[in-house]
């Protein structure tokens, strides 16, 4: 039996440029996903101006779409740190030739496994570590592990060996959202921060600094919301280092905050003073000054992730001023009409797609009661405001339907391919082995493969 050329792990990713780029997406075998790169640059420049125009650091988290290409846009070209953020050994894996090129080009790099740390990840982590020393060994820490209980230190002593150098450590702190670190008042946690020190002075640690990452902003609905998060977060991270003033090294210590809704909502900040609110007016001068608001030797960084590619989750936030949906979210995921049901088979009018759970990932959204949105692209639009969405789902199928109950005719063909967006683009990636890639900046609707980019999969 001839073997599948589609499957997850049957080409090589030269193989599948050869097969694929050059067609248009209504081609290919599907479901397929894709992203639009011109959308993914937008969202990167567009952050990498804010980050610099607030004077603060920043820190790409890559779980989303865990490829190097859209990693080195997250850092850009200017700043002369690159500093990342991973949730699993194997995107730090993938990662290692573009963190290479970043050191050969003098930048100082430091991924953090943004996992409390285990045992059976040590080892990987650090013989990746000793692949990323360089020549300065006094400020060198490549790789950096988040602590969050006394038990974790006793693995820093087989990284130091296996790495030859120490690994940086961010303490985790709890700021409410309740799913990893301490609350800011247990920093020292039964001496949890004494014996970081303790490990630093052996040579097996560095603190870098405290890291909080609150969803709690999934649950807002404007720029102000956000950003009210994002200042309880940095409040929360000052609380907990100046209440262990004493037992602190003498030197600048980071303050880790974000998630894409707050750091996307951070853009406002860049507005006059007069037109934003109380929060946003406090947030701005902590950013500008955070020793003089929180301590001396402080200095704040942001991280996020998703808002490289955007879902139907992270507009629903509303915490940045937005195009529609489909200029907004660089994902979707192209999939092929099997039946239409418009001769009242049904109590209203629906159609069947070959895309259900393991095609889409099943997240709800706050802002519709359904698990995908249907795009305008290459078929009719909706009639009197309404969209059709995914609004049921099962392994391999999801039904179609008009947002909001009845309507009319739905104006679909039996193999006509459509393009859904997602509710949560980190899910949705996960479900396949590589991206194909379009640039509508080039085709505008978005249509035509000018690359393809395998995706790392597994841990």
């Known amino acids: 039996m001839a073997s599948n050329p589609f499957s997850r792990t049957s080409l090589s990713n030269e193989e599948f440029k050869q097969l694929y780029i050059g067609k248009d997406i209504g081609d ?6 894709v992203l639009d790169i011109a959308i993914i640059k937008r ?56 963190l290479q090129e970043l050191q050969a080009q003098n930048r100082r790099v430091n991924v953090l496994y943004g996992i409390p740390l285990v045992p059976s990840q040590v080892p990987r982590l650090a013989a990746l570590a000793r692949q990323l020393r360089t020549t300065d060994l006094d400020h060198d820490l490549p790789v950096s592990v988040m602590i969050d209980h006394p038990d974790q230190l006793s693995y820093l002593s087989q990284f130091h060996e296996i790495a030859g150098l120490p ?99 951070a853009q406002s900040l860049l507005h006059e003073d007069g037109s934003l609110t109380p929060d946003a007016k406090a947030l701005k001068g902590l950013l500008r000054d955070p020793s003089a608001h929180i301590g001396d030797k402080v200095r704040v960084e942001l991280h996020a992730g998703v808002y490289t590619l955007l879902d139907m989750q992270q507009l629903a936030t509303n915490a940045q001023s937005s195009g529609s949906f489909e200029e907004e979210i660089a994902i979707s995921v192209i999939a092929e ?30 802002s519709y009661p359904g698990w995908a949105v249907v795009g305008n692209w290459r078929r009719e639009s909706g009639t009197g405001g309404s969209r059709l969405i995914v609004e049921r789902i099962s392994q391999e199928h999801g039904i ?60």
Not at 195 to 223: C, D, F, M, N, W
Not at 344 to 364: C, F, Q, W
Not at 424 to 450: F, K, M, P, Q
């Open 337 to 366: 009409v099997c039946s239409v049901y418009n001769e009242a088979e049904r109590d209203k009018p629906e159609a069947l797609v070959a895309a259900g759970t393991l095609a889409l990932g099943r997240e709800p959204c706050k």
């Open 28 to 33: 290919v075998p599907k479901p397929a996903v």
């Open 167 to 265: 690994a940086g450590v961010f303490i985790k702190i709890d700021t409410g959202y309740h799913r990893a670190g301490v609350p800011p008042d247990m920093l020292n946690k039964s001496g949890l921060l004494e014996k970081v020190l303790q490990e630093e002075r052996l040579g097996h640690a560095t603190l870098i600094g405290v890291y909080s990452h609150s969803s709690l902003s999934y649950a807002a609905s404007s720029p102000e919301a956000a950003i009210s998060y994002l200042k309880t977060e940095i409040d929360g991270c000052g609380q907990a280092l100046r209440q262990h003033a004493s037992l602190l090294p003498d030197r600048e210590l980071v303050i880790s905050v974000g998630a894409t809704p707050q750091v996307v909502s």
């Open 43 to 98: 969202h990167c420049q567009t952050m990498l101006q804010t980050i610099k125009q607030l004077g603060v650091g920043f820190r790409a988290h890559v779980k989303s779409h865990k490829t190097p290409q859209i990693a080195h846009l997250q850092v850009g070209t200017e700043s002369s740190d690159a500093n990342f953020v991973v949730s699993t050994v194997a995107e730090l894996e993938t990662l290692l030739p573009l």
């Open 400 to 459: 179609l339907a008009w947002e909001g109950g009845n309507g009319p005719a739905i104006p679909l063909r039996i193999g006509q391919s459509v393009r859904l967006f997602p509710n949560h683009a980190c899910v949705t990636g996960a479900l396949y082995g590589w991206y194909l890639v379009v640039d509508s900046s080039e085709d505008g609707e978005g249509s035509r493969i000018v690359d393809v980019w395998t995706r790392t999969t597994g841990w």
